[in-house]
């Protein structure tokens, strides 16, 4: 999806755990199609850094998101969770509870362009 977006002119702000990774990313979108993308280290767990990663992706976005596309989750085995019942929980946190939080942040700002 990021091909996509940047293929299109959108410059992206990618965040992920692995810095590293995301650096790679984003500097092969910046040569390969022109655009800027900003690698952002962020835990979608971790709750507490909801708010200021929001805020960091507004200033690079400089006040103006297009879109917002979520590409994060775990998926336990089923067998895992049968041995581990908080992989259950973490799966719940991260697939969902999660993304509703950065919804909740971020959706106001889109509603209000219309």
């Known amino acids: 999806m990021a091909h996509r977006l940047a293929a299109a002119g959108y410059d992206l702000?990618?965040?992920?755990?692995?810095?590293?990774?995301?650096?790679r990313h984003a500097c092969n979108l910046a040569i390969r199609f022109g655009v800027r993308a900003h690698?952002?280290?962020f835990d979608?767990?971790?709750?507490?850094?909801?708010?200021?990663?929001?805020?960091?992706?507004?200033?690079?976005?400089?006040?103006?998101m297009a879109g917002l596309f979520l590409a994060q989750g775990i998926m336990p085995e089923p067998e895992e969770i049968a041995e581990?019942?908080?992989?259950?929980?973490?799966?719940?946190e991260t697939n969902?509870?999660?993304a509703v939080s950065l919804v909740e942040r971020l959706g106001p700002g889109f509603e209000s362009r219309g």
Not at 44 to 64: I, K, L, M, P
């Open 13 to 23: 702000i990618l965040a992920s755990r692995d810095r590293d990774e995301l650096e």
């Open 39 to 41: 690698p952002v280290a």
């Open 44 to 64: 979608a767990r971790d709750f507490g850094s909801h708010d200021e990663f929001v805020e960091c992706a507004r200033s690079h976005a400089a006040g103006e």
């Open 84 to 92: 581990n019942p908080d992989l259950a929980q973490a799966a719940i």
């Open 96 to 98: 969902f509870s999660a």
